[in-house]
T-cell receptor
Framework: RKEVEQDPGPFNVPEGATVAFNCTYS??????FFWYRQDCRKEPKLLMS???SGNEDGRFTAQLNRASQYISLLIRDSKLSDSATYLC????????????FGTGTRLLVSP | ETGVTQSPTHLIKTRGQQVTLRCSSQ?????VSWYQQALGQGPQFIFQ???????GRGNFPPRFSGLQFPNYSSELNVNALELDDSALYLC??????????????FGPGTRLTVL
């Protein structure tokens, strides 16, 4: 079983749509949680950290459910520029920060 | 931009050869982590260097080795290249590698093709 699992997609949505991505992680000792965005053939960039209390950054809302080991990302009012791969990431308390990535979910927003 | 640079941008090698990839960390950062990203996959952790010492290692064979220099730049060396080593190699710099909440800033990557 993979440490972090995501639906690879692609998710094809029209501009203005709301889209949700989910991710599950297998290690209950996972310590911190993130969503990264990766554009085609570019490096991953931090989109947002994820907390149990939930957090929102403009059109993006992330949620963590530690009991279910489940992380979500909601994008409202999708823009063409949101087209990218969204990577779910967790870290483990190993004495150093090792990022464990899911395979990513590809989002395509069309006009 | 993150201020993390990598060289070269692209590289083509043949099986059995050796390769060295380089990374300059963001100013003030003392930790460099290396990741391998195969096509269609998420990045996989190779190892991390903190203050010139290997601080942690992922599930990669010993032919993957690294160095960190006093200025905190880093090298990734891969010996006896195999076809499956073809991937995007990413380095990420951060402050104080042992802390869980420090953001890792990625460089643009080196795309290695092994023929």
């Amino acid at each position: 079983r993979k440490e972090v699992e995501q639906d690879p997609g692609p998710f094809n949505v029209p501009e203005g749509a709301t889209v949700a991505f989910n991710c599950t992680y297998s290690n209950s000792a996972s310590q911190s949680f993130f969503w990264y965005r990766q554009d085609c053939r570019k490096e991953p960039k931090l989109l947002m950290s994820v907390y149990s209390s939930g957090n929102e950054d403009g059109r993006f809302t992330a949620q963590l459910n530690r009991a279910s080991q489940y992380i979500s990302l909601l994008i409202r009012d999708s823009k063409l520029s949101d087209s990218a791969t969204y990577l779910c990431v967790v870290t483990l308390n190993t004495g150093f920060q090792k990022l464990v990535f899911g395979t990513g979910t590809r989002l395509l927003v069309s006009p | 931009e993150t201020g993390v640079t990598q060289s070269p941008t692209h590289l083509i090698k043949t099986r059995g050869q050796q390769v060295t990839l380089r990374c300059s960390s963001q100013s003030g950062h003392n930790t460099v982590s290396w990741y391998q990203q195969a096509l269609g996959q998420g990045p996989q952790f190779i190892f991390q260097y903190y203050r010139e010492e290997e601080n942690g290692r992922g599930n990669f064979p010993p032919r993957f080795s690294g160095l960190q220099f006093p200025n905190y730049s880093s090298e990734l060396n891969v010996n006896a290249l195999e076809l499956d080593d073809s991937a995007l190699y990413l380095c990420a710099s951060s402050l104080e590698g042992g802390l869980p909440y420090n953001e890792q800033f990625f460089g643009p990557g080196t795309r290695l093709t092994v023929l």
